[in-house]
């Protein structure tokens, strides 16, 4: 069973930066897509950056330039480099991971299997 742990969210003001990290157990398996996710009060759960397991990424278009994200294969741990935030930003950050290989990572958070609790981003203007 994979197991999904986010941390490193907080507060920041805007034009600060965060490093979010999710550490992952529980599967052996090569071939993966994992992606960081992002859900606001009253808005749907939306895609902010993917990674295959080969290193490709993909990011949202709001995002672009600001941030990035990053795979440690030795300490199964994903990460995702924040800067320039904005009060846009402001959301619950999630984890995700989906099993199997893929021709790209999608944005699309429906098909992904296994998410973590989430960790809380807020940006002050």
């Known amino acids: 069973q994979v197991q999904l742990v986010e941390s490193g969210g907080g507060s920041v003001q805007a034009g600060g930066s965060l490093r979010l990290s999710c550490a992952a157990s529980?599967?052996?398996?090569?071939?993966?897509?994992m992606g960081w996710f992002r859900q606001a009060p009253g808005k749907e759960r939306e895609g902010v950056a993917t990674i295959r397991n080969d290193g490709r990424t993909r990011y949202a278009e709001s995002v672009k330039g600001r941030f990035t994200i990053s795979l440690d294969n030795a300490k199964n741990t994903l990460y995702l480099q924040m800067n320039g935030l904005k009060p846009e930003d402001t959301a619950m950050y999630y984890c995700?991971?989906?099993?199997?290989?893929?021709?790209?990572?999608?944005?699309?958070?429906?098909?992904?299997?296994?998410w973590g609790q989430g960790t809380q981003v807020t940006v002050s203007s």
């Open positions: 529980g599967s052996t398996y090569s071939g993966y897509c």
């Open positions: 995700a991971k989906r099993l199997g290989r893929f021709g790209f990572c999608s944005l699309d958070p429906s098909g992904y299997n296994y």
